[in-house]
């Protein structure tokens, strides 16, 4: 029989609702809220020693220090397995259930899951480490959900072999697992168009890339008063290519000086980027960062200032995980340094 | 490149040239090329004092 603990936040542990969303970790062993649902789902394959309950606002707020008072509590009872949430589609609780999972199986070595909504903004956070099950986007299925998260759970704990996201219903952790297939890609791809013209459903092994959507940022005031930063990801980089950015896949950006140049001179730059001919842009790099009319729109006062520094990185072959971090990166950069608009020419 | 700007979720768009030289024309004379590099900075910069509620390909 495993010995479980659960995480819940203050509402689903019965403490109270915003009121009390700054309650800091507290402990009991007694059964409450969803804790009814596990015990009923678990029967006799585990029995749930301890629950740990914190408000949202607590954890999101404390994220370092809450996880480790989480930590303290639930250690001492030695348990096997660890289910917190489900947080459906709470964000704060989401978090806080993704970051108490990975405790678990770091620090106490013991295998946890939680559930969420796919639009949990805690689900990007911690899928690559956790299983997370899919939930619905509110507690009306609490029951079923649990049942999921329990089956799954006691088999992890009892080491057996976890199949395909699709057929266990967690969220894929952006692993590839070798196996062997029945038929050769040529048939299964005939096969999927096949269904595709029959209008019948089917699952492609390659899933889409995901692209975020952003808010748009707000439009400049006066360009007088405005440094613009030019940007790019067609790949020029000084001679020598300083920061060894990648021809493709690119991990990388740099950030290059031209506070003293009135014109971007062939003679000092290359194009690292193995996707488009780069000759035009060799015989004169302002065609792709247009650095030689900024200049003379900022003489002519009609923006504030162009800023100092190019950034530069390769859109080839990219990983949107990576360039999702490297973006945020290069914005944060640009912020820091004072710019308030970028134009990003794109090869 | 504008279809991939917009698949990937940027939300002010300009096309602008060739994919090998966006910003330039090497079938032009020198100071014609500059002058068209100038006009679509000058778009793009019209562009960031634009407001947009979502995506947009401008021209």
């Known amino acids: ?21 700054d309650l800091p970790p507290l402990l009991t062993e007694e059964v409450v809220g969803p804790a009814k649902a596990y015990r009923a789902a678990l029967a006799d394959r585990g029995q749930i020693v301890a629950t740990v309950i914190c408000g949202d606002n607590y954890f999101a707020e404390n994220i370092e220090a809450a996880t480790s008072q989480v930590r303290e509590l639930l250690a001492p009872y030695r348990p096997d397995l660890l289910f917190a ?12 259930c993704g970051r108490v999972c990975r405790m678990a199986q770091t620090d106490l070595h013991i295998p946890a899951l939680t559930g969420m909504y796919r639009e949990n903004p805690g689900l990007d956070l911690a899928r690559r480490d956790v299983y997370i099950i899919e939930t619905g986007d509110t507690a009306r299925t609490m029951a079923e959900v649990v049942g999921r998260m329990t089956s799954l759970g006691s088999r992890l704990a009892s080491g057996e072999k976890i199949g395909a996201p699709a057929e266990e219903g967690y969220f894929p952790r952006g692993l590839l697992v070798n196996e062997n297939a029945e038929k050769t890609g040529a048939e299964r791809v005939t096969d999927m168009l096949l269904a595709k013209l029959r209008g ?54 740099g950030r290059y000086d031209i506070a003293a140049k009135d014109t971007l001179d062939p003679a000092d730059y290359e ?17 792709l960062v247009p650095v030689d009319v900024m200049r003379e729109m900022e003489r002519e006062g009609v923006v504030g200032a162009l800023h100092d520094r190019i950034y530069s990185t390769t859109g080839l072959t990219c990983i949107v995980s990576v360039m999702r971090e490297l973006g945020k990166k290069m914005a944060e950069s640009l912020k820091q340094e004072g710019v308030s608009g970028v134009i990003l020419t794109s090869t | 490149m504008a279809v991939v700007a917009e698949m990937v979720g940027s939300n002010r768009i300009l ?16 100071d014609d090329e500059k002058a068209l590099r100038r006009s679509l900075v000058k778009k793009a910069l019209a562009i960031l004092q634009t407001e947009v509620e979502e995506q947009k390909v401008f021209s």
């Not at chain 1, 489900?86 to 704060?92: T, W």
């Not at chain 1, 980027?273 to 035009?280: E, R």
Request: aromatic content about 8%.
């Open chain 1, 1 to 21: 029989m495993f010995r479980v603990v659960l995480y819940l936040n203050q509402f689903f542990g019965g403490i109270g609702g915003e009121d009390k969303a």
């Open chain 1, 85 to 96: 949430g489900p947080a459906f589609n709470a964000g704060r609780y989401g978090i806080a």
């Open chain 1, 200 to 253: 019948e459903p089917f699952e492609s092994e390659v899933p889409r890339p995901a692209y975020d959507r952003v808010k748009p940022a707000p439009a400049l005031g006066d360009l007088r008063s405005a440094r613009i930063a030019l940007v790019t990801d067609g790949g020029l980089v000084p001679k020598g290519n300083p920061d060894k950015i990648e021809m493709a896949t690119a991990t990388r950006y």
């Open chain 1, 271 to 287: 194009v690292t980027h193995g996707g488009y001919d780069s000759v035009l842009v060799r015989q004169d790099p302002n065609r």
């Open chain 2, 15 to 30: 096309p602008a040239q060739k994919i090998v030289s966006p910003l330039g024309n090497a079938a032009l004379e020198p």
